[in-house]
């Protein structure tokens, strides 16, 4: 069974805070994960990209894995109203480039 | 203009009836998906293409076909809509030329409500 896992939420931190956001799949055999960002009644938008072991920063972004835990997270830096939305933790099953398999997805909400 | 158009954005029908959802892209992806997304499920494929020759199902197509017109377009229809059918579809593209970083890139969606 494939699956994406993550804590469906609501998440709330203080604007400035540091948001931290949590994923964990079950194929070890993915290669490729992905954080979307979606707005309420909006498309899911691409916002990190990792494939290997450690951390990869993006701005106030950082995506981190570990494969042999299974594990991927998403850390916010400097949290902004802005950043309230719901976020998708992506994970490619089936081998290089196969399809992405969706968590239900975090609601993150940070207040001013 | 979208790279990955989706029409039509909101769409009430009647059960019974028949329905098509169309999406076309700009980005010369091959690859094409059809999702639909309901609260607490998440994203759920219904059927996806790499290429025009190519279609499969998804986790949930029973209910929906699909028709991949061109590289660029990828229509899904609901033969006979039925109430559990509500719901928001997202069409999706994504190029494998881009090796492990092939996420992929989401149109506006559709709402689809069926009464």
């Known amino acids: 069974q494939k699956e994406v896992e993550q804590n469906s939420g609501p998440l709330s931190v203080p604007e400035g805070a540091i948001a931290s956001l949590n994923c964990t799949y079950s194929?070890?055999?993915?290669?490729?994960f992905f954080w979307y960002r979606q707005y309420s009644g909006k498309s899911p938008e691409l916002i990190m990209f990792i494939y290997s072991n450690g951390d990869k920063e993006d701005g106030r972004f950082t995506a981190q894995l570990n494969k042999a835990s299974q594990y991927v997270s998403l850390l916010i830096r400097d949290s902004q109203p802005s950043d309230s939305a719901t976020y998708l933790c992506a994970v490619s099953y089936g081998g290089s480039q196969g399809n992405l398999i969706f968590g239900k997805g975090t609601k993150l909400s940070v207040k001013p | 203009d979208a790279d990955v158009t989706q029409t039509p954005r909101n769409r009430i029908t009647k059960t019974g009836k028949r329905i098509m959802l169309e999406c076309s892209q700009t980005?010369?992806?091959?690859?094409m998906y059809w999702y639909r997304q309901d609260p607490g499920l998440g994203l759920r494929l219904i059927y996806y293409s790499f290429d025009v020759k190519d279609i499969n199902k998804g986790e949930i197509s029973d209910g929906y076909s699909v028709s991949r017109q061109a590289q660029a377009k990828f229509s899904l229809s609901l033969e006979s809509a039925i109430p559990n059918q509500t719901a928001l579809y997202f069409c999706?593209?994504?190029?494998?030329?881009?090796?492990?970083?092939?996420?992929?890139?989401f149109g506006s969606g559709t709402r689809l409500t069926v009464v």
């Open positions: 194929d070890r055999g993915s290669q490729s």
């Open positions: 999706a593209t994504s190029d494998p030329n881009r090796g492990a970083n092939y996420g992929y890139t």
């Open positions: 980005k010369g992806h091959d690859r």
